[in-house]
């Protein structure tokens, strides 16, 4: 299945074209946001759900692939816990190092 | 006052800015003297003579450490918002007095009722874990990383002195909560965000609070950009007037701005430790996947979280 809902592209493209959108972007980055992207993922989703088409479920994938390396392009500040810390859940009296 | 064995590590925020910009005191005492006059919160970054670093004028500050007490591996720091930092010249001040109820007895339970905004400063809490999208999909994301917050636990609502809005202590991972200077619920919900940013990252990440100064100022623009702090209603009411790209200058000056609070480093060495970090941290949205401008776009990140399994499951 696809991996999101293709209600959900529909939302992202409309949220994507309006007005409070366009100017949160232009606020946030300098610019003004590209929609097209959005559409065509629900265009490619759509036809997914529709046929199965082969080459609409590899373009949807790889555009979603696309978007998480995007996020992944800055190498990170720190190194990620493989566990949470170990003093979260101690009561509050045994905290405090003496 | 206790000394400075526990390991504090805070984020202090400003209050919501009144209407008076003004010029931070340069007595050390700055802070209380701030309080004293009432004089608002809204100052404007000038550090004090004879002190490495300044106080925020806002009172935005983040969560850090400094390592400086010889007898534990992790002293307190606070982000001060007032002007007038303590000229601790071997010590840095962490900012430890603005958060005096921190290492007191707690208060009898008539007091604390009749006499402090505890009761107010709880209701508003619970109904902003209850209601809030932001800070319910970081309650959400800190529980998959295995850090499950509970109110009573990690929450605490104290007094505190001058600015401070609140802070997130590392040592007792807990998130304070100024109840003398948090007024109202939008300003609630905008702390609690914030602090649970640094949370989370605390929960996610080995953040070296202490030493990093990037890494501090890595959480610091996430939190800013995250929260809801550099909005433009929020930056109009600071008279920070600005529109192209305004969200990242913003985020940037409250980045360094916290750093020059609560680290007795140089305005260019906060600079260039957010400078360096900026774009990546920037770029960092988790757990929101976006930048949430407003409440709609906090729920449609907490719903992208929930299907977050479907979505990687199906890439």
């Known amino acids: ?98 | 006052m206790r000394p400075r064995s526990a390991a504090l590590r805070l984020t202090a925020r400003g209050p919501r800015p009144s209407a008076l910009p003004g010029h931070a005191p340069s007595a050390s005492r700055g802070g209380e003297l701030a309080r004293r006059l009432a004089l608002p919160c809204l100052l404007p970054f000038a550090p004090p003579p004879g002190t490495v670093a300044g106080r925020r004028g806002e009172g935005q500050g983040s969560a850090m450490e400094q390592g400086e007490a010889a007898s534990s591996p992790a002293a307190e720091e606070k982000a001060a918002a007032a002007a007038g930092e303590e000229a601790e010249e071997e010590e840095d001040d962490f900012g430890y007095q603005l958060f005096p109820d921190r290492n007191k007895k707690p208060q009898s339970f008539l007091v604390r009722s009749l006499f402090t905004f505890h009761n107010r400063c709880q209701l508003m809490l619970r109904m902003t874990l209850d209601t809030n999208p932001y800070a319910q999909l970081l309650l959400e994301a800190m529980k998959q990383s295995g850090c499950t917050v509970f109110n009573d636990r990690h929450f605490s609502c104290e007094n505190c002195d001058g600015c401070v809005s609140g802070g997130f202590d590392s040592a007792t991972s807990q998130i304070v909560l100024c109840q003398n200077n948090i007024r109202h619920q939008s300003h609630m919900n905008r702390v609690v965000t914030h602090e649970l940013i640094h949370a989370f990252d605390h929960c996610r990440a080995h953040v070296d609070w202490f030493k990093n100064v990037k890494h501090l100022a890595c959480s610091e623009i996430r939190a800013a950009n995250l929260s809801g702090d550099c909005t433009l209603m929020n930056e109009i009411a600071r008279f920070k007037f600005g529109l192209k790209g305004h969200h990242q200058t913003c985020v940037r000056d409250r980045a360094i701005r916290s750093i020059l609070a609560v680290r007795k480093v140089s305005k260019e060495t906060a600079e260039k430790a957010v400078d360096e970090v900026f774009d990546a941290c920037f770029n960092d949205l988790e757990p929101f996947g976006r930048i949430p401008h407003s409440k709609t776009d906090a729920k449609r990140a907490y719903r992208d979280f929930q299907n977050r399994d479907r979505y990687n499951a199906n890439l």
């Open chain 1, 1 to 98: 299945q696809p991996p999101r809902s293709c209600e959900d592209y529909w939302w992202e493209w409309k949220h994507c074209r309006g007005l409070r959108h366009a100017f949160h972007h232009y606020y946030a980055h300098g610019e003004m946001p590209a929609c097209g992207r959005w559409r065509d993922d629900y265009e490619a989703c759509r036809a997914w759900e529709r046929g199965r088409a082969a080459a609409a479920q590899e373009a949807l994938c790889k555009s979603e692939r696309a978007r998480v390396m995007e996020k992944q392009k800055y190498a990170p500040v720190w190194t990620l816990r493989k566990s949470p810390p170990p003093d979260w859940y101690l009561p509050l009296d045994q905290d405090k190092p003496n």
